[in-house]
């Protein structure tokens, strides 16, 4: 039997598994049946916690999407996987730096979450890409690299707005590329979003995507920025280079399953 421990963040939701006290490898199939919400235990993606490759790291944290195909970063996800950390006294609660697929993230606890210092996200360019979005969408966007890569779109309301119908739209020119899809509206320091993720359809709250938002928004006059989504809301402030995010994490309950 596996242990596991299912938690969320905004609404996020995920198990989290380790390797560290228990002998587990994830497996596409596995992941895709114990994702399922009606037939498994149901969750956006599983989180996966090991050793380090990297020297001065402490911990390699792994993200799968329910569908078993893995995702580069989840800034719900990480500070979940810190909390889970804590709670389990695998660290003593104080700063952690993991390593992931993309990025190294430093985590330290605060009184109402954690905070996650990352990097940056850049925008980036793919001329033949954005000539195929553009005969789909009329809006503003931007394609970000914030260690996932997400395709945001300015709306001026994106509350009665056909995500899925856009997302199917586009599905064939950024599904292949990793390309996750967001649509936001702006209103001065408060940013609202909607997101779609590859292999897990709409999430109440996508840390990557409102990161990559949140960078698109932090100017020179903007040093803070706070992201809303369905599940809750984000907090970004900008200090030199890195992105200070602090956010909620929640947890729902423990259980084990079969491999």
């Known amino acids: 039997m596996i242990n596991f421990v299912k938690m969320h963040g905004n609404g996020n939701d995920f198990i989290i598994v380790n390797s560290l006290e228990q002998d587990f490898k994830p497996k596409k199939a596995l992941i895709r049946n114990l994702g399922d919400r009606n ?21 390699y944290i792994k993200f799968y999407n329910a569908d078993g195909s893995q995702a580069s970063m989840c800034l719900n996800g990480i500070r979940c996987a810190a909390s889970y950390i804590w709670d389990q006294k695998f660290a003593p609660k104080k700063s952690l730096c993991f390593q992931t ?47 996932n890569l997400h395709l945001c779109i300015q709306r001026k309301n994106i ?3 056909d995500l899925d119908e856009l997302y199917n739209k586009l599905a064939s020119h ?4 990793g390309i996750n899809l967001s649509v936001y509206s702006k ?16 999430t109440l709250s996508c840390g990557s995507a409102s990161f990559s938002v949140a960078c698109l928004s ?14 809750g809301s984000l907090k970004f402030r900008k200090v030199n280079e890195n992105i200070f995010m602090s956010g909620p994490t929640k947890f729902v309950y423990s259980g084990s399953f079969n491999e």
């Open 39 to 59: 037939l498994g235990i149901g969750f956006d993606q599983m989180i996966h916690i090991g050793l380090p490759t990297k020297e001065n790291k402490d911990f």
């Open 101 to 147: 697929k993309t990025r190294d993230v430093e985590c330290n606890p605060i009184n109402n979450g954690v905070e996650v210092i990352v990097s940056e996200a850049k925008s980036f360019s793919d001329s033949i890409l954005e000539k195929k979005i553009k005969k789909i969408v009329k809006e503003s966007f931007a394609l970000v690299d914030s260690g």
């Open 159 to 161: 509350t009665k707005f």
């Open 174 to 177: 950024i599904q292949p590329l």
């Open 187 to 202: 209103g001065g320091k408060n940013i609202d979003i909607r997101t779609y993720e590859n292999g897990v359809g709409e």
């Open 218 to 231: 932090i100017k020179d006059n903007i040093k803070k920025v706070t992201i809303k989504s369905s599940g």
